[in-house]
């Protein structure tokens, strides 16, 4: 949501309402392991902005030392236009919405029975598997191994 002079309160609060959906709709679709984007109202524009962030931070998610002033770079777009964008369609800092898609990346991982939780964190960009675990129980609120667990459970429960 970019706001213009002379701006409108009803168009302000529209676009507030609509950031926080979306917003809760992010936590929401973590919680329940659906899409990313299920049940979002972004233009096709900017449906395709997020779909082209999401393939360039996928394709390097594997990467340690893949920064938001590379994807910035990637997108042809200063750092702080890349801020005020993501956070606008998202309600997340390019930090966030980055780390969301590799938490997103390594719950898919997670439930591949042939690899560890040590793998996945490396295989998501993580060089160190405890920093690894901090930052997944940040995201979705519970451990690697307590995610898995939650996941078979729904499956033989």
Do not use: W
Not at 121 to 149: D, L
Request: some cysteine; aromatic content about 10%.
């Amino acid at each position: 949501m970019y706001i213009t002079k002379p701006f409108h309160v009803a168009e302000l609060l529209a676009g507030i309402t609509a950031l926080c959906e979306n917003r809760a709709r992010i936590a929401k679709s973590f919680r329940h392991g659906t899409s990313v984007y299920a049940d979002y109202s972004f233009t096709p524009l900017d449906s395709s902005f997020l779909k082209k962030i999401t393939d360039i931070i996928l394709a390097n998610v594997h990467d340690p030392q893949f920064s938001t002033r590379q994807l910035a770079a990637s997108l042809n777009m200063s750092q702080p236009t890349l801020y005020r964008k993501l956070k606008s369609l998202t309600g997340l800092s390019p930090n966030e919405f980055v780390r969301n898609i590799c938490m997103k990346k390594a719950c898919e991982l997670l439930l591949q029975y042939d690899r560890n939780i040590s793998e996945v964190a490396f295989m998501v960009g993580y060089n160190n598997p405890k920093s690894f675990s901090i930052s997944f129980k940040k995201e979705t609120g519970m451990t690697p191994k307590e995610y898995i667990q939650s996941k078979q459970q729904g499956q033989h429960g």
